[in-house]
């Protein structure tokens, strides 16, 4: 028995070091599982009411019109390739199982792969730091992300994609069967990419674990992982991308066409007007406004292309601008206070978009997310002053392939379009290193507690 055991800090750290890492990951999910359980029932009342789910309603039209007519389609006449197409099916089993109510059963499925997510962050953290207050830390934290949950109920794919960055983390913890590990990678990162066009984004992570097993001199082991892990992605993305192609006669690296409308909604004269301010979806009209001037008809390949071309016009005329835009969208990504930070009107005032009625949210549940997200950064920061540097070298590969995520993340978003929502896919790491940084900092002091009590017997 450690010397520690004197105080009671001490002693319940004693007693959770001995409590198997099984048990305590089961614990804490029935913990989560009871928490979300409540939230849910309280929410689930409301979600059939008319405006009460929140979201993006293309999908769950996407959905039906699969269902009804057999088309991908969002004007059930055109095919569509505006939305990937692995929510807009999830969306569409549950049209076909649960009839009317299908928008609380999906609400429920999300929240079970919410649960999911949660346990895979779980395993993660015994994987990456093996520390058991860790986990219970990491419990906590993501318990404590209201905005995520609310994104759960929401018909919106963030909680399947969210599930998908995870388990592909999950998977780069693990050492074992390494052949089986990279084609799961491939195959998850080909998922995300049918979820959200920022899918792709999974793949570059595989390089400096490919890159390290060439240092080591295997060369014939790099190059069976890299041909498995292109090889399952490709299985998972390549029949949509052939669809894309047959119905649109386009090939992209994203899973839909909605790239140049996002870089030019992140890219345009009025952008510092409305963000962090206001939802960048309520631009459309002047959007339009920039299609008919370039002529473009209405066709969603050449609209796609007329908007990104529209958008590097803007950038290459407006370099200090563009500079300004890309550190507001990434203050507005990481912002404790959730972002868009209001609702106003969009009104034209001579050809220009203008803010009217500008509101503030600043609610009670707002206020806690503030306070969630800065203790989030808090330990992050505490992470990488107090803990890297002692950190072991498989720690260190990880943190760097969670750093570059972020990095790669963080810069695509401050490239196009910015909000908290789409930190959120982030948010189970961050948490994570958190949950680290403060368990080993609790360890620490339940230490130095203990050093002057045992300081006499050692001398």
């Not at 499925?109 to 860790?134: E, K, P, Y």
């Not at 996002?262 to 009025?270: A, E, L, M, T």
């Not at 962090?276 to 299609?291: G, S």
Request: glycine content about 8%; charged content about 20%; some cysteine.
């Amino acid at each position: 028995m450690s010397g520690r055991s004197d105080s009671f800090l001490g002693r319940a750290l004693d007693r959770l070091d001995r409590l198997s890492f099984g048990r305590c990951a089961a614990g804490l999910a029935l913990v989560m599982a009871a928490v979300q359980g409540i939230y849910l029932a309280r929410a689930v009342r409301i979600l059939d009411r008319a405006g009460a789910y929140g979201g993006s309603p293309s999908y769950g039209t996407l959905a039906r019109n699969l269902l009804e007519r057999g088309l991908y389609s969002l004007d059930g006449v055109r095919f569509t390739a505006y939305r990937p197409p692995l929510y807009p099916l999830f969306l569409a089993a549950h049209q076909w199982a649960f009839g009317t109510h299908w928008l609380a059963a999906a609400a429920v499925t999300q929240s079970a792969i919410a649960l999911a997510t949660g346990v895979l962050l779980l395993l993660f953290v015994r994987r990456v730091f093996d520390d058991r207050l860790a986990m219970i830390a990491a419990a906590l934290l993501y318990l404590g992300d209201f905005f995520y949950w609310n994104e759960v109920l929401a018909q919106i794919e963030t909680p399947l994609f969210v599930a998908l960055v995870m388990g592909f983390f999950y998977l780069l913890a693990r050492a074992d069967r390494p052949r089986a590990r990279l084609a799961g990678l491939g195959m998850l990162a080909g998922l995300a990419h049918l979820t959200r066009p920022t899918g792709w984004l999974l793949l570059p992570l595989l390089i400096p674990v490919l890159a390290r097993e060439c240092r080591r001199g295997r060369w014939p082991a790099a190059a069976v992982g890299a041909a498995l892990a292109g090889a399952s992605f490709l299985a998972v993305a390549l029949p949509w991308q052939l669809t894309l192609h047959r119905e649109l006669g386009v090939a992209t690296l994203l899973s839909s066409t909605t790239g140049g409308e996002n870089v030019y909604k992140g890219n345009n004269p009025d952008l510092l007007t409305l963000c962090p301010y206001v939802w960048l979806d309520a631009y459309q009209p002047w959007i339009e406004r920039e299609l008919r001037a370039r002529g473009t008809a209405d066709d969603e390949v050449a609209r796609d292309r007329a908007l990104r071309a529209a958008a590097f016009d803007y950038i290459r005329g407006h370099p200090l601008a563009f500079l300004e835009g890309v550190a507001v969208k990434t203050l507005a990504l990481h912002s404790p206070w959730p972002t868009p930070l209001g609702k106003a009107e969009l009104v034209d005032r001579g050809g220009r978009a203008a803010l009217s009625g500008y509101r503030r949210t600043d609610t009670f549940f707002v206020r806690v997310q503030v306070l969630h997200w800065i203790v989030v950064l808090s330990g992050v920061v505490l992470y990488l002053f107090t803990g890297l540097r002692r950190a072991p070298a498989a720690e260190r590969r990880m943190l760097g392939l969670i750093a570059m995520f972020c990095l790669l993340f963080t810069a695509t978003q401050a490239a196009t379009i910015s909000a908290t929502r789409y930190r959120l896919p982030m948010d189970p790491l961050l948490i994570a290193v958190a949950a680290a940084a403060y368990a080993r900092a609790l360890h620490s002091w339940a230490d130095r507690r203990a050093r002057p009590a045992s300081a006499p017997a050692a001398a």
